[in-house]
């Protein structure tokens, strides 16, 4: 049988499991297993790749009814003291810095009085780089048609309108330096004749200063993302250290409060070591999180996972209720 028709059958399964109890089964079985949850972008209307007002109202509504969401910083005092943190603990993440953080869903998060860690890009917010990816995107959008890439020293045609496209571009750059990344996005651009903005555009700008010191006031702890959004990993150690030290002094310095934890960009297995984690420990970092589930151990806090919530309900649900987590294990 295709491995692809072997995977439908497990996603129906799956989902008729959830729709007839499976919920509730799950929720119980892993009361006791803390979940982190990992969030990018939000806005007011439907919008692909962003959580919407109304969905995240939908989805604080499950999380106040049917589960104890904690600080990040509780969780990890209770792994640190190995002690177990509430039943059906919930951790809420949030990435990057972007702007809509705080004109969308800082407000739903401060109504309903859940706690939230927002991981920022201090290079970012300081307005000296914008997100590569985001580069990417907008690479893709200005093109007027087909974009012509060089992957491996051959030259590509890429249709401008799919996603297929930035995925392809994204998984060729994922091991280069950030260096090398942009010198990359810059020669793109300049072969299909797109002018890339030196600004960041108004649909990827960040959070200002004063946003952040005003959700850092409220029930928002601020970690660490880095600088410049690098994949460690693809970097030189002296790189990596400079990016660990000035992002936590830079936000020091700025919220006047300790930033004990941080989160690896991109995060997946691939994109740090144990030599990153170790840079991350000297760095006075208590903890730090990926944007990776398949390793579910909490054993190492300088490795912690989380799972990505979206605008989709079936999948927040089964990451929330711990579904996800119950496939997982059975897995790895």
Aim: a negative charge; proline letters at 5%.
């Amino acid at each position: 049988m295709p491995l692809q028709m072997i995977r439908k059958i497990k996603s129906r399964i799956v989902r008729f499991f959830c729709e007839f109890g499976g919920y509730k089964v799950a929720h119980k079985l892993t009361r006791n297993q803390p979940k982190i949850m990992m969030m990018h972008r939000f806005s007011e209307e439907p919008k692909a790749g962003y959580i919407d007002r109304k969905i995240l109202r939908q989805q604080i509504a499950i999380l106040k009814r049917d589960f104890n969401v904690i600080a990040f910083s509780e969780l990890i005092k209770c792994l640190k003291n190995k002690e177990n943190p509430p039943e059906n603990s919930i951790v809420l993440t949030v990435d990057d810095g972007y702007m809509d953080m705080y004109s969308f869903a800082f407000e739903e998060f401060n109504r309903a009085g859940l706690p939230v860690t927002l991981f920022v890009t201090t290079g970012f917010i300081d307005g000296k780089c914008w997100l590569w990816p985001d580069r990417v995107s907008m690479l893709l959008k200005l093109a007027s048609s087909d974009v012509e890439v060089n992957f491996f020293k051959e030259n590509k045609i890429l249709p401008s309108g799919l996603y297929s496209s930035w995925q392809a571009i994204n998984n060729y750059l994922l091991p280069l330096s950030l260096t090398e990344k942009n010198h990359w996005i810059d020669q793109c651009a300049e072969k299909n004749n797109i002018l890339l903005p030196k600004e960041v555009p108004d649909e990827y700008a960040p959070l200002t200063w004063t946003q952040i010191q005003e959700l850092s006031e409220s029930n928002v702890e601020i970690g660490a993302h880095t600088v410049n959004h690098p994949i460690l990993s693809a970097e030189r150690l002296s790189d990596v250290e400079f990016e660990l030290v000035e992002s936590k002094r830079r936000l020091e310095s700025m919220i006047n409060k300790a930033v004990s934890s941080f989160c690896y960009p991109n995060g997946q297995l691939d994109d740090f070591n144990s030599e990153t984690e170790a840079m991350v420990e000297k760095a006075n970092y208590q903890a730090a999180v990926m944007a990776n589930c398949d390793c579910l151990s909490m054993d190492n806090p300088f490795a912690l996972p989380r799972f990505a919530i979206g605008d989709d309900m079936y999948q927040f649900k089964k990451s929330v209720y711990g579904v996800q987590w119950i496939a997982k294990s059975f897995t790895t």
